[in-house]
C-alpha cells in the first residue's frame, strides 16, 4: 500500500514449449475487462497483442549468494516491473489492474515467485494472486514424462488450464487429467481449446474473495516416478510459530525438493493461516479473519522430489510436542476432523 493503493496483481503463466501459453493470453486479453492488463514476456509473441502494454523481458539472472536455482533472483523482471511501477503512478499509462508475466516455455516458475518476493520496492507494489500453467492434452503425458521443468511447472500451477482438448482423443485427456491431480491435487483444473474459457473464472483466486485460498481435497498421497504428494491434517491446531521453524528447517535443508507447499491451517484463532509456497520461496502467510467453508480443520499438501510421505509425516510427528498436535495423513473418504 505504499502509494495509498493495493498491491497489483501478478499472474504467472507457464507452461511447456508450445503447450498454448500465446495462444490463451491472445485469446483472453481481447475481453475489454483485462484492458487494463500489462503483459511480460520473454519473446515476442506472434499474436496481435498491440493494445496491451506489452513488454518484452531478457532473460537476466543473478545467483544470490549461496543461493539455489531457485533462488536466482530475475534482475530483468525487476527492472520490467519498476518501470511499468513508474509510468502507472505517473499516469502514462491507464490504471494498472494486472501484470501477467509470460515465462518461457523451459522457465521454472520458482525464480519469478522469488524475485517479486525479495525485492524491496516491487513487494510493496505487486502480489503474485495467480500461477497459472498450460498443458497440452495431446503432448502434456509426453512432455511430463521427459522434462523435470514440466512437473515444477504443475506443481507451481494454481490452477492448470488443459489446451488443445479439441485435438486429444477423449481418453487421453481423462488419463492425463487424473495425472495432474496426482502431481498436484490442489490445482483446480479446467479446459480451454484455443483459449475458449471463462476470463474471470480464470483469473479469480481460487476460493473466496481476493485471497488465493488453496484448494486442498481430501486424498490418498501419490507417488509420479520421484514425485510424491501427501495432504495432511493435524489432530488440533498448530503452534503457528513452531510449524514456521518446522518449515523454514524444511526448506533450508530440502526447499530445492519441495516443489510446492500450499494448505489452510488451523492456528486456534477465527480464521486459518494461509500457507503457500514454490521450493524456498513462500508467500507471506496471511492470516484470514474465518475459514472460507464449513471445514474447520487444517488441510496442507506438500508436492516433493524425492522426500516420501513417511519421512515428511515421520519429520512433523517428531515435532508435535512444539506444534501441539499430530499430523494426520488425509486418506481418501478420511474426514477432516473439525476444530
Ligand atoms: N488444436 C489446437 N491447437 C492449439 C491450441 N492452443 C494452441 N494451439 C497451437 O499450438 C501451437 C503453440 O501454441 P502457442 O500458443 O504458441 O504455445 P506457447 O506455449 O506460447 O509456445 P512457446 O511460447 O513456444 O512455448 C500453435 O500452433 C497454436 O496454434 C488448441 O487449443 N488447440
Do not use: Y
Not at 519473446?43 to 513488454?55: A, I, K, N, P
Not at 537476466?60 to 516491473?81: F, H, I
Not at 496471511?286 to 471445514?295: A, G, I, V
Amino acid at each position: 500500500m505504499a502509494d495509498g493503493r493495493a498491491t497489483r496483481p501478478v499472474t504467472i503463466v507457464t507452461g511447456f514449449l508450445g503447450s498454448g501459453k500465446t495462444t490463451l493470453l491472445g485469446r483472453v486479453l481481447s475481453e475489454p475487462s483485462m484492458r487494463n492488463t500489462a503483459v511480460l514476456v520473454n519473446e515476442f509473441g506472434e499474436v496481435g497483442l498491440d493494445h496491451h502494454l506489452l513488454r518484452r523481458v531478457d532473460e537476466r539472472a543473478v545467483l544470490l549468494g549461496n543461493g539455489c536455482v531457485c533462488c536466482t533472483t530475475r534482475e530483468d523482471l525487476v527492472e520490467a516491473l519498476l518501470e511499468l511501477l513508474d509510468l502507472d503512478q505517473r499516469g502514462e499509462i491507464p490504471r494498472l489492474d494486472r501484470v501477467v508475466v509470460e515465462t518461457t516455455g523451459l522457465a521454472d516458475p520458482a525464480p519469478i515467485l522469488h524475485t517479486i518476493f525479495v525485492d524491496p520496492v516491487l513487494q510493496h507494489h505487486f502480489s503474485v494472486d495467480l500461477v497459472l500453467t498450460t498443458v497440452d492434452a495431446v503432448n502434456g503425458d509426453l512432455h511430463l514424462n521427459r522434462n523435470p521443468e514440466s512437473v515444477k511447472q504443475i506443481a507451481a500451477a494454481d490452477k492448470i488450464v488443459v489446451t488443445k482438448t479439441d485435438a486429444a482423443d477423449p481418453g487421453s485427456a481423462k488419463n492425463l487429467r487424473s495425472r495432474l491431480g496426482a502431481i498436484n491435487p490442489s490445482a483446480r483444473v479446467i479446459e480451454a481449446s484455443f483459449g475458449e474459457t471463462d476470463v474471470d473464472e480464470l483469473f479469480r483466486p481460487n476460493g473466496a474473495g481476493s485471497h488465493a485460498v488453496p484448494e486442498v481435497p481430501a486424498g490418498e498421497a501419490h507417488d509420479v516416478g520421484e514425485t510424491h504428494s501427501v495432504s495432511l491434517t493435524f489432530d488440533g491446531s498448530v503452534d503457528w510459530t513452531a510449524f514456521g521453524i518446522w518449515l523454514s528447517m524444511l526448506l533450508h535443508a530440502r526447499g530445492e525438493d519441495v516443489l510446492r507447499v500450499k494448505g489452510l491451517l488451523d492456528v486456534g484463532e477465527a480464521g486459518p493461516v494461509v500457507v503457500n509456497g514454490v521450493q524456498h520461496t513462500i508467500h507471506p502467510p496471511e492470516h484470514l479473519d474465518r475459514w472460507p467453508d464449513e471445514d474447520h480443520g487444517s488441510r496442507i499438501v506438500f508436492i516433493t522430489k524425492g522426500i516420501g510421505p513417511e519421512e515428511l509425516v515421520g519429520s512433523l510427528d517428531a515435532f508435535r510436542g512444539l506444534l501441539g498436535a499430530r499430523p494426520l495423513p488425509l486418506g481418501a473418504g478420511q474426514a477432516v476432523p473439525s476444530s
